[in-house]
Nanobody, 118 residues
Framework: QVQLVESGGGLVQFGGSLTLSCAAS????????MSWYRQAPGKERELVAT????????KYADPVKGRFTISRDNAKNTLYLQMNSLKPEDTAVYYC???????????WGQGTQVTVSS
């Protein structure tokens, strides 16, 4: 079955960095676009970044442009999110998501908590 397991979250100070990972299994990872989402307390889940299946094309939400980098290693079936210059407003649970391909459904990981202290 499809599994997405995020890791790498934690507590970091303002201006610090973290790298999140999402280990994928149960499907052909290299075929699917993938995304990172986040959900802060009391807020709706929002898109952070998306990467195409071949890793060439990426898109970012305005609040993270220039600070976050999404990447993937199709040989390792792993999605990454490098987060630099972190701010308290980046505090959220971060989720990876497998996007649709044809009629295949989206899948979510269980999330990893990122907390940025001021």
């Amino acid at each position: 079955q499809v599994q997405l397991v995020e890791s790498g979250g934690g507590l970091v100070q303002f201006g610090g960095s973290l790298t999140l990972s999402c280990a994928a299994s149960g499907f052909t990872f290299s075929m699917y676009p993938m995304s990172w989402y986040r959900q802060a307390p009391g807020k709706e889940r929002e898109l952070v970044a998306t990467i195409r299946s071949d890793g060439v094309s990426t898109k970012y939400a305005d609040p993270v442009k220039g600070r976050f980098t999404i990447s993937r290693d199709n040989a390792k079936n792993t999605l990454y999110l490098q987060m630099n210059s972190l701010k308290p407003e980046d505090t959220a649970v971060y989720y990876c998501r497998r996007e649709t391909l044809g009629n295949s459904p989206r899948y979510w990981g269980q999330g990893t908590q990122v907390t940025v202290s001021s």
